[in-house]
Structures are given as C-alpha cells and as structure tokens.
C-alpha cells in the first residue's frame, strides 16, 4: 500500500467495512493502430474522400473560400488574374471574406 491509498482506506474504515484494494492492470501490450493506419481508414470514408477532393481544389485556387486556402482563382487560370486582393491572414474577421 501507498500514501496515496490512505482516504480510500480512511473512507472504507468510517463505513466499517474492509475491503482489498484492487489494483488496476498493467499494460503489456500496444493495441492502438498507427497514425497512418487511422490516415488510410479515415480517407477511405465518404467524408475523407471529400475532404481530400476539398484541399486538392483548396490548392490548387478553386473551390468555395476557405482559411486554409492560399489562392483563389474563381475557376479562371492564374494567366487570366488581372487584380490582385489581399486578406487579412487571420481568418476570425468576418469583413475578410466581403471582399
């Protein structure tokens, strides 16, 4: 026994009952999956494989606005872009996105 089983003891005392303190098991073996492993599972889902459409469009300026996205071609060619905005990188601003 430890310190740190004293209240429980002390608790067990006032009641007037003994009891044997159980101790929890020990861990002899790694059960998680692997990061990539979950990476694979997840993007084989419906919803992995259009998040993944999402960022590959993200990247490459089409798609709806999005914070992540660094470009923004209005599904025209970056040959065709005349003006160029700027936005405020932090993407909280809601008067960022009225332009």
Sequence with gaps: MT??????????????????????????????PSWDLLTERILATPTGKRIQRETADHDLGRGPPHTNALLRLFDDTENDVRVTLYRDEAAWCPYCQKV
């Design 3 to 32: 310190i740190l089983d004293f209240p429980l003891i002390l608790f067990a005392s006032i009641l007037g009952t003994v009891r044997a303190l159980a101790t929890p098991p020990l861990l002899t073996s790694d059960n998680a």
